[in-house]
């Protein structure tokens, strides 16, 4: 699988990545069995990267991935997680921010130097690594916390990305970005100092291409890659505008449907379902270093796999125009 590097650093990833929120128990359970296996599935397909947080499962994510990951050689694969939240011993619960019957840690964001420091600590030991790829902070900006921003911002700028830089020196870390769900908090902290990378979850794709707007251009003035996430917009375009489908976690309402319609009809002018259309979307923009993949099911993974692997049509470029470089 072709490999793809991450800005202007040494660390190289696989333009295919696992993600594992699902893993991590995200709106169902799934066996410490059953998350080996698409974990195998995943590497032997080819995939060398794979991004967890501890916001999957409180650390049930990080810990599965952790146990797959020690049977292998380090230098074999790349390996992200996230920084901002802190967790803790807690209280068992059956629920948390949709993880099921997640591992039972207490959780408080931080995003100061020191905050995001002893949140990599903590991943390191579930990972079993003593040093992590790619370093996201995870989740800052008004999409999570509001107005409440603006003290983790305070926190971020005042000590947080200059500790990033200093772990980065150290070898802790590779690179680091952010991992986040909205294109203005990027667009914010790149004006204050540059980043490696961005795992940008829904905000270039074949729906919504809003990135497009001003943050791709800052992206390639300052040298920044992009892994993609969130390539089906949370499914609807996988699912098509079907009864119920969601976009952005929510059920769609008749603007966007009609807009997925609409796409439908132009993938299969070409012979393309509409969710192989998303996938090579995404993987085909010329900043996507990355395109992650998150299923807990080996039937779910293969799928989006066999889609990748198909052809497109001469026609491609010129139906879904626009931020389209070389396949």
Same mark, same amino acid.
């Given at each position: 699988?072709?490999?793809? &590097?991450?800005?202007?650093?040494?660390?190289?990833?696989?333009?295919?990545?696992?993600? +594992? $929120?699902?893993?991590?128990?995200?709106?169902? #359970?799934?066996?410490?069995?059953?998350?080996?296996?698409?974990?195998?599935?995943?590497?032997?397909?080819?995939?060398?990267?794979?991004?967890?947080?501890?916001?999957?499962?409180?650390?049930?994510?990080?810990?599965?991935?952790?146990?797959?990951?020690?049977? &292998?050689?380090?230098?074999?694969?790349?390996?992200?997680?996230?920084?901002?939240?802190?967790?803790?011993?807690?209280? @068992?619960?059956?629920?948390?921010?949709?993880?099921?019957? @997640?591992? @039972?840690? #207490?959780?408080?964001?931080?995003?100061? =130097?020191?905050?995001?420091?002893?949140?990599?600590?903590? %991943?390191?030991?579930?990972?079993?690594?003593?040093?992590?790829?790619?370093?996201?902070?995870?989740?800052? =900006?008004?999409?999570?916390?509001? #107005? =409440?921003?603006?003290? /983790?911002?305070?926190?971020?700028?005042?000590?947080?990305?200059?500790?990033?830089?200093?772990?980065?020196?150290?070898?802790?870390?590779? *690179?680091?970005?952010?991992?986040?769900? !909205?294109?203005?908090? +990027?667009?914010?902290?790149?004006?204050?100092?540059?980043?490696?990378?961005?795992?940008?979850?829904?905000?270039?794709?074949?729906?919504?291409?809003? $990135?497009?707007?001003?943050?791709?251009?800052? +992206?390639?003035?300052?040298?920044? %890659?992009?892994?993609?996430?969130?390539?089906?917009?949370?499914?609807?375009?996988?699912?098509? @505008?079907?009864? =119920?489908?969601?976009?952005?976690?929510?059920?769609?309402?008749?603007?966007?449907?009609?807009?997925?319609? /609409?796409?439908?009809?132009?993938? !299969?002018?070409?012979?393309?379902?509409? *969710?192989?259309?998303?996938?090579?979307?995404?993987?085909?923009?010329?900043?996507? *270093? %990355?395109?992650?993949?998150?299923?807990?099911?080996?039937?779910?993974?293969?799928?989006?796999?066999?889609?990748?692997?198909?052809?497109?049509?001469?026609?491609?470029?010129? /139906?879904?125009?626009?931020?389209?470089?070389? #396949?």
């Amino acid at each position: 699988m072709r490999l793809n &590097r991450i800005g202007n650093t040494d660390v190289r990833v696989t333009e295919l990545s696992f993600g +594992c $929120a699902s893993i991590g128990n995200l709106y169902r #359970a799934t066996t410490d069995d059953d998350a080996q296996n698409v974990l195998q599935h995943a590497w032997d397909a080819g995939i060398r990267y794979f991004d967890t947080a501890p916001r999957y499962g409180r650390g049930l994510s990080e810990q599965r991935l952790g146990r797959f990951l020690s049977q &292998r050689p380090r230098d074999s694969y790349v390996v992200s997680t996230k920084v901002g939240r802190i967790l803790s011993p807690g209280e @068992p619960m059956r629920e948390a921010d949709g993880f099921v019957d @997640p591992l @039972p840690n #207490a959780v408080r964001h931080d995003y100061s =130097g020191d905050g995001l420091e002893a949140s990599l600590e903590h %991943s390191l030991d579930l990972l079993k690594t003593d040093h992590v790829d790619i370093i996201y902070v995870h989740d800052i =900006g008004t999409y999570t916390h509001g #107005a =409440g921003n603006a003290a /983790h911002m305070e926190a971020f700028l005042g000590s947080g990305y200059e500790r990033l830089v200093r772990l980065k020196e150290q070898g802790r870390i590779g *690179a680091f970005g952010l991992g986040v769900n !909205e294109n203005e908090i +990027c667009l914010k902290i790149m004006r204050h100092a540059p980043i490696d990378v961005i795992l940008l979850a829904g905000r270039l794709t074949l729906l919504d291409r809003s $990135a497009e707007e001003e943050l791709t251009g800052m +992206c390639r003035a300052q040298g920044t %890659s992009l892994v993609l996430g969130g390539v089906f917009n949370s499914g609807i375009l996988a699912t098509g @505008p079907v009864e =119920g489908a969601t976009y952005d976690y929510e059920t769609a309402n008749p603007e966007i449907m009609n807009r997925v319609s /609409h796409l439908q009809q132009k993938a !299969e002018q070409i012979g393309l379902p509409l *969710a192989t259309a998303a996938l090579h979307f995404a993987k085909r923009h010329e900043l996507t *270093a %990355s395109v992650l993949l998150g299923t807990a099911s080996v039937a779910s993974l293969e799928r989006n796999l066999t889609a990748l692997q198909a052809a497109m049509p001469d026609e491609f470029d010129r /139906h879904f125009s626009g931020g389209i470089g070389p #396949a």
